[in-house]
């Protein structure tokens, strides 16, 4: 008896702390500090009325000189800072498991990416309200694009380096700050560079936040270029309002939404708050007197819905999870695209940034070849949707993909949008290009490896298997190699480092670029789609509120909700979704 009574006083002692842990209670609950949770947290908590609460895994890095520098890209990657994630096997990739990162941190992967502020093109933010999105489109977003930025017009110096912007498609009084570096690399490699991309057909596109990508660029990043620091979303929303007596982060992971159990039989469910791991292990509970926010990011928002009981009902019974409302769309539709690097020996030594971007349409990537392709392609669209959705077992229906895969194809077929990246950079005395698909119709997923595993997550981007990607990607190489040798920039090149002139000739033939794309087969760190903002019909996650279909006060907000990619880069369109968000949950 004895025993027995000891394990009853340490029962009822647990049981006390998780009551004590239970009774911390705010008005709304956001799970990550990352771009669009510390957005919501910013704007949440302008009401003093209102108890905010951020539960982030990360710390404060706000004197990290690996984010701090605005030269120092990458140099997070592999730190305590990065989740360190690797993808599944990946065919396309020789069947390698490949480095996924992602930051942790207050300020989520605003902390570590590359600070690139490029919008997209029009008509692909057009293209969400076709998608059961009404009041989703360029015209909707791009205000609150305006709104969130405070850009720098570039210098005399800056713009004798290359730095051109229109102040018409440009905000000034927002939170985050937006220019040029002041290390822009001088000298005249940006004029060889523009001008070797014009004689390949590629003008110089003045601003290319304007909602038109296509052409040589040198964009603006996410910067206070007068302090000459990244300006990351702790930086832009959370660091000057964090004495804020309301507003309080919580270092934590959150494992799953608890619900109210009052809720009668067939109405959707009332979340009471979530739970969350303590950085010693503990499970405690926090309470949500409003709403619970999701903004844990594309990877880490899908778990926390299945742990919840929430998505596809043969995925959480595996787990021994009860499925509460049945999504198949939660950890579908993944949209990830894929990066290549060529490298070149340089005959000058260079410093500096040189942040150059050509955008290429399928006109300008295939030429005379456009209009066959196009009619080719329409043909298989009805294939390719049978091999997406066979490739991630058949959840997503082969109709369901189809539509998608039509409305894609008209967006780049039809409306002309911009469907390849490619990088021009140097450093030291190596010149290189970085190139990717942007629109690819390979689709993957993010799931629960088990109930436990919150952490290690199960990402299958499912790299290149439509062809027309790869034949995407392919033409992106070809174009970057022909730039370095075409003059006046090619005058630059010595020889070629990576992959070397015996793997990848100048001739090389359509497998040899495959081979070479597997063999290096890197992420861009873009995903979305996996609580897609859709119809429901379609596989959707949230509606166009962003609230999680079957729920009447869970949100999702993050890259996860954005249903299809864009010919930009993620961290300008996070931004201003997450402010529009806002509105919705101030203005219900």
């Known amino acids: 008896m004895e025993g027995f009574g000891m394990e009853l006083l340490i029962l009822l002692v647990l049981m006390a702390l998780r009551v004590k842990a239970s009774c911390e209670k705010f008005d ?30 990360g710390g404060d890095v706000r004197n ?134 014009e004689k390949l057909g590629y003008p110089l596109n003045p601003d290319v936040n304007s909602g038109e990508t296509r052409g040589f660029d040198v964009w603006p990043q996410t910067l206070d270029r007068d302090a000459d620091v990244r300006q990351d979303a702790a930086r832009a929303y959370y660091y000057p309002v964090e004495q804020r007596p309301n507003l309080k982060i919580i270092k934590g992971t959150v494992t799953k939404i608890t619900w109210a159990d009052t809720v009668a039989s067939g109405s959707p469910l009332l979340a009471n708050g979530v739970e969350y791991q303590t950085p010693d292990g503990q499970t405690l509970a926090i309470t949500a007197e409003r709403e619970v926010l999701l903004s844990a990011g594309a990877v880490r928002s899908p778990l926390i819905l299945e742990s ?62 456009t209009v066959a392709l196009a009619a080719a392609t329409d043909a298989k669209l009805s294939k390719w949707a049978r091999q997406v ?90 174009l970057s190699q022909k730039l370095w040798f075409t003059n006046p920039v090619s005058d630059l090149v010595v020889s070629n480092v990576l992959p070397g002139e015996s793997i990848l000739p100048r001739n090389a033939t359509d497998d040899q670029w495959a081979a070479f794309i597997s063999s290096t087969l890197a992420p861009n760190h873009h995903p979305i789609g996996s609580a897609s903002m859709m119809s429901r019909e379609l596989g959707g996650v949230v509606d166009p509120e962003l609230k999680v279909y079957g729920t009447s006060n869970v949100r999702v907000v993050d890259a996860s909700v954005v249903p299809m990619q864009i010919s930009g ?16 949950i101030k203005n219900p």
């Open 569 to 584: 880069h993620l961290t300008a369109t996070l931004y201003a979704v997450a402010e529009r968000a806002a509105e919705f």
């Open 389 to 478: 959705s066979e490739a991630n077992n058949g959840v997503i229906d082969v109709s369901i993909l189809e539509k998608m895969f039509r409305l894609q194809h008209d967006l780049i077929f039809k409306k002309n949008v911009t469907i390849g990246e490619t990088i021009t950079s140097v450093s030291g005395d190596y010149l290189l290009s970085a190139f990717w698909l942007l629109l690819p119709f390979s689709r993957g997923s993010v799931h629960l490896k088990s109930a436990e595993a919150v952490n290690d997550p199960a990402i299958d981007p499912e790299y290149l298997i439509i062809d027309f990607d790869l034949a995407v990607q392919t033409g992106l190489g070809r």
């Open 28 to 57: 709304y609950v956001i799970a990550g500090a990352g771009t669009c949770g510390l957005v919501l947290a910013n704007r949440l908590s302008e009401d003093p009325n209102v108890k905010v609460a951020v539960i982030e895994p």
């Open 64 to 197: 990290n000189p690996n984010v701090t520098d605005v030269t120092a890209f990458t140099l997070a990657f592999g730190t305590e800072i990065d989740w360190q994630y690797t993808t599944t096997p990946q065919p396309a990739g020789d069947n390698k498991s490949i480095p996924f990162h992602a930051g942790k941190a207050i300020g989520g992967t605003s902390t570590i990416n590359g600070m690139t502020y490029i919008r997209g093109d029009k008509a692909e933010f057009d293209a969400w309200e076709y998608l059961g999105n009404d009041g989703w489109n360029w015209g909707t977003l791009y205000p609150y694009m305006k709104q969130v930025e405070s850009f720098s017009p570039p210098t005399v110096a800056q713009q004798a380096a290359g730095a051109t912007f229109n102040p018409e498609y440009h905000g000034r009084d927002g939170a985050v700050t937006t220019g040029f570096p002041f290390e822009l690399l001088n000298g005249t490699f940006h004029e060889l560079v523009q001008q070797s991309w």
């Open 308 to 369: 919840s009981g929430i998505g596809n009902p043969t995925i959480l019974e595996k787990h021994g999870i009860e499925t509460l409302v049945e999504l198949n769309g939660v950890g579908e539709h993944l949209q990830e695209q894929p990066n290549t690097v060529l490298t070149y020996y340089s005959t000058v030594n260079m410093t500096g940034t040189a942040p150059f971007a050509t955008f290429a349409t399928a006109q300008d990537l295939f030429g005379d070849q």
